[in-house]
């Protein structure tokens, strides 16, 4: 066993897949480091086979859930509440230091020198930037952390409904502590910088190590096609998609085949996705006009329907 | 005379009619500091008393412009090449530090403790938080650090065409050197930072003393009710709406009676300004709809005759 891990976690068999895709692209790039997955009941059983081939443990965990609907349904993000299971990484005292990485990450290059930085090291959230973005970043494990967390969680609740609300107020000094513990934006680069300041993109984008794909869409429910490997933009900058192309080389060539068939489908559909009018107009109209071909699941049909 | 200032830039009757509200922000929430404004000759001579009467100085610089049309292009908004004019603030060497605002900030709380902040600092900029906005920074005038930025320019120009790659390119230790020099965010609040993370906001949002009404939409771009006082919605989310609200508040009640009859209507305007379909769209139902009364000039008139 190593001494260090990089530590995922999936509450669907959604981010199950996309935690495969985060755990071959750190493979891919090469690690000394062991790559855990913490899964709650919402993984089903069918999905037990591939994540054992790709990760070095697979870890059952109780499902937390913030309850904090009041604040979720402020950001239309109801199904951030169980982001909260994240804290039970705290209690894997097996390693020395970890680096989590939420199951929309993907990694592009090596990234084991995050193993050296202290907890909490993270990179800021570009919503309000004195906050850090709970999407990555390094701790170490250690049980009275975790029992302090969830005594936080009963007492305070998260000021968001999600984890990166409880974590910014337990590591509260994180903005004024230490420059160290700020990591660069290339260690999660949310994929929508790539348009909103497009220019830095070009200057500092090839320095970028991990790609985080933040927001309601994911890598995997876009639409791809399997005749000649593209990715079917649909109301997404253009500049986007190079990142989501990389996600699906991975799970294409790498992950789809050892899935089991009702499974392989979930990546292309947009089951339980709730996507505003303008996304869905314009999905429909390329849909419609026969430009996009899909993997699995007809990704529209709901759409239509409803 | 201070021995502190804050400076900011007009190069357009716009801007100009920004850094009045601007400047009347900071005298009513209290400063010992001089304010200063840099205006180029696209600020018409008809603003001269109305800035006479609020700034401590006037001065005239000659525009600069980066010419870097293609990187401005890449962003749509051509206009932000004259910025680079900001850098002549280096020069006012007759103050030991001062502090720049864009034009487009409005002071809600006393901000004189920033005066104690070392060159440079500011807060991280939301597309790529390495980098940090330019729209609100700590400075100390210097005439070799205005020449060293002039010969920046002409070698290497700026990364996105503006001030704020320039001033990036040339204190690029800004992210790593010293954790002083990262502002928090309550001294640039990014006018959008009340919808995109909008639980932060209610949870520091109080803490806030500079909201910068960041993007190509300014408060003097929407329509202001002169009977019952209240900013007209048009895209916008309606949280930020109490933001513009506090901008016309100042601009109605202490600039717009002494400002030249045909300077007032600009604000109200859409003059110039490059909207997005969507925008045009949405503002035109509005208007089509009755449900928009506006200051000065028909800010409609022009979208509906193209």
């Known amino acids: ?27 891919n790039v090469g690690t000394n480091a062991d790559i855990v997955i913490l899964i709650s009941n919402g993984v089903s059983p069918k999905l037990a ?48 230091k970890c680096v989590f990485l939420d199951a929309d990450c993907l990694v592009i290059k090596p990234i084991d020198e995050l193993f050296e930085k202290m907890e909490l090291s993270a990179v800021c959230d570009l919503g309000w930037p004195d906050c850090f973005n709970s999407g990555v970043f390094v701790f170490k494990p250690n049980h009275q952390t975790f029992n302090e967390l969830l005594d936080l969680l009963k007492t305070e609740n998260s000021f ?36 909103t300041y497009l220019p830095a993109f070009k200057k500092f984008g090839e320095r970028v190590k991990v ?54 489908g979930i990546a292309g559909q947009l089951k339980n996705l709730e996507m505003n009018l303008e996304e869905n107009y314009n ?3 390329q849909w ?10 007809d990704c529209f049909e709901n759409i239509q329907k409803n």
Chains 1, 2 share one sequence.
């Open 1 to 27: 066993m190593a001494k260090n891990a990089f530590v995922t976690l999936a509450t669907s068999d959604e981010y199950g897949i996309g935690a495969l895709v985060l755990a071959q692209s750190i493979r």
């Open 49 to 96: 086979d591939s994540l054992n081939s790709i990760f070095t443990k697979v870890i059952k965990i109780n499902e937390l859930n913030s309850g904090n609907t009041e604040i979720l349904n402020l950001i239309n993000r109801p199904e951030l509440g169980v982001t909260i299971s994240k804290i039970h990484c705290w209690k894997l005292t097996e390693y020395e």
């Open 160 to 195: 968001d409904g999600g984890d990166q609300g409880l974590l910014n107020q337990y590591f509260s000094d994180w903005f004024d502590s230490d420059i160290a513990k700020r990591l660069s934006f290339i260690y999660n680069m949310h994929s929508t910088a790539s348009y």
């Open 211 to 264: 790609i985080h794909f933040l927001g309601a869409i994911k890598p995997w429910h876009y639409s791809y096609n399997k005749e000649n490997g593209e990715i079917t933009s649909t109301y997404m900058a253009t500049h986007h998609m190079p990142h989501v192309r990389l996600w699906w080389n991975i799970f294409a060539h790498q992950i789809k085949d050892n899935l089991p068939n009702d499974l392989s």
């Open 283 to 285: 999905r429909k109209k």
């Open 288 to 297: 419609e006009s026969g430009n996009i071909d899909y993997l699995g699941v």
